[in-house]
């Protein structure tokens, strides 16, 4: 695991989820907080997406008064 929480290979490789589970629950915290801090590392190998996939988590946060990005950059 790496410094900012990332987990990867030994050879620096990628890691996916383990289940839709998982996955499912990153959006969602996701969708909770106002930012998503990454390292410089992250952003120039890994095809970063941070938008909010699912239209009902989008509608929660802008219903708890939290702002959408560009909503072009909410879809994965």
Do not use: W
């Amino acid at each position: 695991m790496t410094v900012d929480g990332k987990v990867t290979t030994k050879n620096y490789a990628s890691v996916d989820f383990t289940s839709r589970e998982d996955k499912a629950d990153l959006i969602r915290q996701r969708a909770r907080g106002d930012a998503v801090l990454v390292g410089h590392g992250t952003i120039e190998n890994d095809n970063v997406r941070l938008g909010i996939p699912r239209e009902d988590l989008r509608k929660e946060r802008i219903a708890r008064g939290q702002p959408l990005s560009d909503p072009g950059d909410c879809f994965e």
